[in-house]
């Protein structure tokens, strides 16, 4: 079942590439220059609700690798 | 001028309706180098008063707790049990940025953070590699905590009587992560990325507060309880997917995860943004949130009383079939003159637990409707396969970030 789960995610990577055939060149990047045009564009709220999840629902994870404290409560 | 320095603050209210309030003040200052370096140091103080779900049932009669602390709190006769508490937690992160050469970045990150019962010691390190004319961003990280656990009064045993002595002293556990993403330009207003993550938690991972109802098997009604029992191994995967579209004014974000442990939680979760610009100085972004889980294997509503318990057990609602939605907005806005962006945030979460045949009572001849009817038949005016232990929750967030 695992497996099955990998490879979904795999097949999603390997859509990523297949769908990079256009090219967005450096003169068309005005809009994603842009803060606001970043995945986690307010990174300070996006810490405050990574800690209210962790602590109040049974799973956690997403866009980093670390983080801390008991959420016992 | 490029700037310097920047320094991001925020200041968190949160409130749960009947049960816990959190004042949280953080700060970050970061040090901006020549050439993309940068090094950061983060501050975060948690003060935590209120009152936590103890995992029993309601009993139909009032019930006074007093915590390992000495503090007490009196239920009602249809209230779940909660416990008191207060804790007050301090962290601290070091973060440092750097550029190797054009297309590579490397990040290493550290923190502790101390509570009264925990206390957690952690790194990670994240590379990104731009690819393909910058069209491409692959991500691959990896963190390790090394935390300790000393419940207040001592560790319970596990699924024995909760009046049975603790033992005092630490408790080790280890968390170690590790993340593989790729992110992808789609157009001149699309990015999208996926980044998938697995954790192995191992030690102690049973919450030392939290206890299970006994069940009298003929009148349905909690008659005595015992401390819950998890396994010492977790082993947690996810993917993520999200995608930031710039439409003609405004910027959707949309991010769906799915999770998947080897304790049976499976969840999915839906997160939806839209900022909109007011004007050239302040902007609107609402927010909706979807989550829902599936129970762990060895959740239970409670337990029989009387035949052999199980290997483990836990009442804690955050392992049970929770559902939780989210709604609020944030403004942002520049202060004429100033520099810097304030923002001011709302929410409202509402989060609940469903499910009529919920509860798996392991190796207890009680089935979950029997367990429900014995919460109601001790008060519960929600209703079976409503949200008999539901939570209403309100939070304000404010941040302001400025560099110089």
Known sequence: MNTRRWLLAALLLAGL???????????????LAKKSMRFVPLPHETAVDDHIYFSKEGSTGGMDAAGGGCGCN | MTPRWQLETTG????EESRATVVEPVGRLTRLFENGRALSLGLTLDAITGASPTGALPTGQVVTTTSASGHTTTSSADATPTHPFQDFRGAVDLGWEEPLGTLVNATTSA????????????????????LLNRRFTLTVGGGVNRDRVFPVGGTAQGLASDTAARIPGDNPKQVVTGLVGLSHVMSRRWLMGVTA?????????TDPYKVISLVDPVTQLPVAQVTEKRPSERKRADVLGSSVYHLEHDILYVNYRYYWDDWGVRS?????????????????QPHVRLYGQSP???YVFGLTHGPPLPEFASADERLGPLRTATVGATYGFHVPGSPGEFTVRGEYILQWLV????PQAA???VGGNGLRGAAQAAGDDQGGGGRPFGTNIGSLLIGYTVAF
């Open chain 1, 17 to 31: 590439g297949i769908s990079g055939c256009a090219t967005v060149h450096p003169w068309d990047r005005d809009l």
């Open chain 2, 12 to 15: 968190l209210i949160y409130g």
């Open chain 2, 111 to 130: 923190h502790y953070s101390q509570e009264k019962d925990y206390a957690s010691l952690g790194g990670g390190l994240k590379t990104s590699v731009d």
């Open chain 2, 197 to 205: 993550s697995q954790a192995r938690e191992t030690g102690y991972l």
């Open chain 2, 268 to 284: 999915h979760t839906v997160d939806v943004k839209v900022r909109h610009d007011l004007s050239e100085t302040s902007w609107l």
């Open chain 2, 296 to 298: 762990a294997q060895f």
């Open chain 2, 355 to 358: 499910g009529q045949s919920a």
């Open chain 2, 363 to 365: 190796n207890t001849t």
